[in-house]
Nanobody, 123 residues
């Protein structure tokens, strides 16, 4: 079992930045591919970014490419999402997910979920 706890959400003005963190406990963190998804009110959950077990490979949704950066520190059992140039449409609850195997962009392919952290970018 893996327990995931997100933090770092909050209220920020459009154009601002936030860094989300997700800390894992349980089985070996470095054996899991990690992903960030988000869900805005009344919308489906959508893929944001993912990172391979080693951290050498990353993948982003087109909507956040060049603004968001995913990274991980396997020594600290933590994955990060640096969010810059935030837009009102980035407002959502952000979830951290973990899976075995390669990077995936659909939530059903992930095995473990965090409880989410809320991000609001005001215009």
């Amino acid at each position: 079992q893996v327990q995931l706890v997100e933090s770092g959400g909050g209220l920020v003005q459009a154009g601002g930045s936030l860094r989300l963190s997700c800390t894992a406990s349980g089985r070996t963190f470095s054996s899991y591919t990690m992903g960030w998804f988000r869900q805005a009110p009344g919308k489906e959950r959508e893929f944001v970014a993912a990172i391979s077990r080693s951290g050498l490979s990353t993948y982003y949704a087109d909507s956040v490419k060049d603004r968001f950066t995913i990274s991980r520190d396997n020594a600290k059992n933590t994955v990060y999402l640096q969010m810059n140039s935030l837009k009102p449409e980035d407002t959502a609850v952000y979830y951290c997910l973990a899976k075995s195997g390669s990077i995936a962009t659909t939530p059903d392919e992930y095995d473990y979920w965090g409880q989410g952290t809320e991000v609001t970018a005001s215009s």
